[in-house]
């Protein structure tokens, strides 16, 4: 018998994290018995396989769409898009289509996500066509009810890839009791944790995931380092894959402090920091959690993005991490957050779900038969 198959588009924009999730997530599915091709939107990341689409990322504010040069995208290049895209889908006959965030997010993705979901729609046999949103989307109570209509109209499941207990969805979106009976937690997605190895054993870990928007908190943690507990241990500096600054970090980091632009043991790391310091991105909050990590984070935030601010809101209530808002960010309050995160016991083991990429393989099993 064929295993089933399960198309999954994702479109990660800024940082990298909606594909970090969406890997770790089509692992856990092929290691439960699915064929899982992941198509990718974005500019490629090395150590993610995927079926790479014409890439396009987009400004810091999400308002416009750029190519691989970093120019506007016009209607000829949506329209190569979209038809690479659909013949992808096409191609993989897939038994479940299964899509990251939309329409709860990536709006400015319609122009291709509307015709793929009338083609699964139209398809005969239809496939499963199921959502994957992580526990908190950006709130938008404008435009929920735009949401809630598209999703009864294409979908047929949603999977939250979050804990009640800690973060219900309704908390970002208001309209969640009008998804009753099609909602389905599955507890956080996270990558499997590393292997044995003593790397980064007493070490301070600063992160900033991808890097896009991460200088400020790498250039004040490293100031930061002198006025804290902390100081004579040695600070390992990780500033992402896009940091536009590496050089100027270098440059100003002192004895004791490391400056890498990323590293592939980077769980393990967090296993055997003595505390994290961090952006508040649901794959590294999650990652550090899971590690047993104490941690301070610093969440995003802008206009437009709040979502991270309101996830390590959360956690900070049930005692599990130390927030320092970024509008208040300065060497003095980074540090002293360091001190308190440092005199807290580790976070206990069971406190959180990270059982989501074997829920969500369950579900889907179970809706397929």
Not at 29 to 38: K, R, Y
Not at 111 to 116: A, I, K, R
Request: charged share 20%.
């Amino acid at each position: 018998m064929k295993p089933p198959r399960v198309f999954f588009y994702v479109q990660h924009l800024l940082g990298i994290g909606h594909l970090q999730r969406a890997a770790a997530l089509a692992r856990g599915l092929t290691a439960a018995g699915f064929e899982v091709t992941l198509a990718s939107g974005g500019k490629p990341v090395e150590g993610i396989p995927a079926l790479q689409l014409p890439p396009v990322s987009s400004d810091a504010e999400f308002k416009q769409l750029l190519d691989l040069n970093g120019n506007p995208v016009d209607d000829a290049w949506k329209a190569r898009r979209r038809q690479a895209l659909l013949k992808a889908f096409q191609d993989a006959s897939a038994d479940v289509l299964l899509i990251e965030l939309f329409p709860f997010g990536r709006r400015q993705m319609r122009f291709e996500l509307l015709p793929l979901l009338d083609k699964a729609k139209q398809a005969s046999p239809r496939p499963l066509v199921v959502c994957s949103v992580r526990d908190l989307i950006q709130p938008r109570p404008s435009r929920e009810a735009e949401m809630l209509e598209c999703f009864e109209h294409y979908y047929d499941r949603l999977l939250v890839h979050g804990d009640p207990r800690v973060a219900p969805f309704e908390r970002s979106f208001g309209a969640a009791a009008r998804l009753a009976g099609r909602m389905h937690y599955t507890g956080y997605v996270v990558q499997e944790p590393a292997r044995q190895g003593d790397a980064g054993t007493g070490e301070v870990l600063v992160s900033a995931g991808g890097g896009a928007v991460g200088q400020r908190l790498l250039e004040t943690a490293i100031a930061a380092r002198p006025l804290s507990s902390l100081r004579d241990r040695p600070w390992r500096i990780l500033a992402g894959i896009n940091a536009p600054g590496f050089e100027t970090l270098r440059s100003r980091a002192g004895n004791g402090v490391i400056v890498e632009r990323s590293r592939n043991d980077f769980t393990l790391l967090l296993r055997n920091c003595v505390l994290s310091v961090s952006q508040g991105g649901y794959n590294t909050v999650l990652e550090t959690l899971q590690a047993g990590a104490r941690a301070v984070v610093v969440p995003f935030a802008s206009v437009t993005e709040s979502e991270q601010t309101l996830r390590a809101t959360l956690l900070a209530e049930r005692g599990l991490l130390e927030v320092v808002d970024d509008a208040s960010l300065t060497p003095a309050a980074l540090a002293a957050a360091v001190d308190r995160a440092a005199a807290r016991p580790r976070p206990a083991p069971g406190a959180i779900d990270f059982g989501g990429a074997r829920a969500s393989a369950a579900l889907l099993r179970e809706w397929l038969s």
